[in-house]
């Protein structure tokens, strides 16, 4: 039985009641994750992209961005940095960027897998196969790949021309390398109205994702969208509280989108059915030319106070800041050929799973 019909969904899109929503998800993601709130560690290691995407300020026409590559000692010492602070995630982030090869990208994987008990989640964008096959030898655990929008008319304009096809093709075969994956849309885009959200929450769920993300839109002054409107941040909220009831297990974050919408606003999420927090770990000295949007970055913090100013406010909440790698718990089905828990919603505590 499906867990929730599309005629609800459009009415909690709607917000018919949120109340209710939000309390449903909470519920949910408390049977499935308890308190815990997984940290991962995100090091955006270059903005040098060749794609064009029309939302996103990394796009390879804006000639305004201070392009910058870290090399790969470097990024290994920015995971050193993430594992010393205990936590259990590594994310390695970049535009797509072609300046690294295979075998430069994988060394590093192997590097940090060496180094640190860590799972190491890779978000590169449009990589071969083979390169992600390769990877995955090295010892990379995770992949997220987000179709960004299901409107296939739409992701094409955005994204200049690319295949929606193929950025599914690449996600289920990624998929079948036996990656954790991931995946996500952005919420509000242009153009897009409540049924295509919709049909995209329903999109998420068909793939059958480990971790889903679902931010808001934020428009970039320096691209071609620069004067279309922001994604609602409601909107985006009820976006993941509808997720986490679609998919009760998958890890889902509230991104760094909602503070710069609204500062504080990822905090909030984790009360709406978000149960993972990304701190950056790009070195200061890099990390607000990674300006994918406005307010991306901006703290003047440095990493360990930021770290510490999240702990703080994820226990002020309730919840436990947790060091743990936090697989999906839904991956001990998957790999017993089943695709879903046969518990129902409950997570299953097992070592494996956390
Ligand atoms: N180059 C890779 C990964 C880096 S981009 C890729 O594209 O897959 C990371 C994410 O930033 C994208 O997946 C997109 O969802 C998000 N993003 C880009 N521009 C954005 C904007 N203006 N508002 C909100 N999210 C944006
Ligand atoms: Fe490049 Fe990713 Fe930005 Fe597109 S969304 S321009 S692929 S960094």
Request: overall charge negative.
């Amino acid at each position: 039985m499906k867990a929730i019909g599309e005629k609800e969904m459009v009415d909690f899109l709607s917000g018919g009641d949120d109340a209710r929503l939000y309390s449903l998800a909470d519920e949910k993601r408390q049977t499935v994750f308890g308190d815990e709130v997984y940290l991962r560690g995100i090091i955006e290691f270059s903005n040098v992209c060749h794609k064009d995407c029309q939302y996103c300020g990394l796009r390879v026409s804006n000639r305004g961005v201070k392009r910058y590559r870290l090399h790969p000692d470097d990024i290994v010492r920015a995971a050193d940095l993430v594992a010393g602070e205990g936590l259990g995630t590594i994310v390695l982030q970049s535009g797509d960027d072609f300046g690294y090869d295979a075998i430069e990208i994988g060394s590093v994987i192997e590097r940090i897998k060496q180094r640190h008990d860590v799972a190491v989640t890779l978000s590169l964008g449009d990589r071969s196969l083979d390169e992600y096959a390769y990877w995955r030898d090295c010892g990379a655990d995770r992949c997220l790949l987000k179709v960004e929008t299901g409107h296939v008319k739409l992701y094409e304009r955005f994204r200049c021309g690319e295949s929606f096809k193929e950025r599914l093709y690449r996600l289920e075969g990624i998929k079948r390398l036996g990656y954790e994956v991931g995946s996500g849309i952005i919420v509000g885009l242009p153009d897009t109205d409540l049924f295509d959200l919709m049909r995209d929450l329903l999109l998420l769920e068909q793939l059958d994702l480990d971790m889903i993300a679902v931010g808001p839109f934020v428009p970039n002054p320096d691209t071609p969208l620069a004067n279309a409107g922001q994604g609602g941040l409601d909107q985006a909220f009820r976006a993941a509280a509808l997720m986490r009831l679609l998919c009760p297990q998958a890890n889902i974050p509230a991104t760094s989108a909602l503070d710069a919408i609204s500062p504080g606003a990822r905090m909030t999420g984790l009360k709406k059915g978000c149960n993972v927090i990304m701190p950056s770990f790009t070195p200061d000295q890099f990390k607000t030319d990674y300006a994918i949007y406005p307010g991306k970055n901006t703290s003047e913090m440095t990493v360990q106070a930021k770290l510490r100013h999240v702990r703080t406010s994820i226990s002020d909440m309730g919840f436990v800041p947790s060091s743990a790698k936090g697989f999906s718990p839904r991956r001990e089905y998957v790999e017993q050929g089943s695709a879903r828990c046969p518990a129902g919603d409950h997570a299953c505590g097992k070592a494996q799973c956390r």
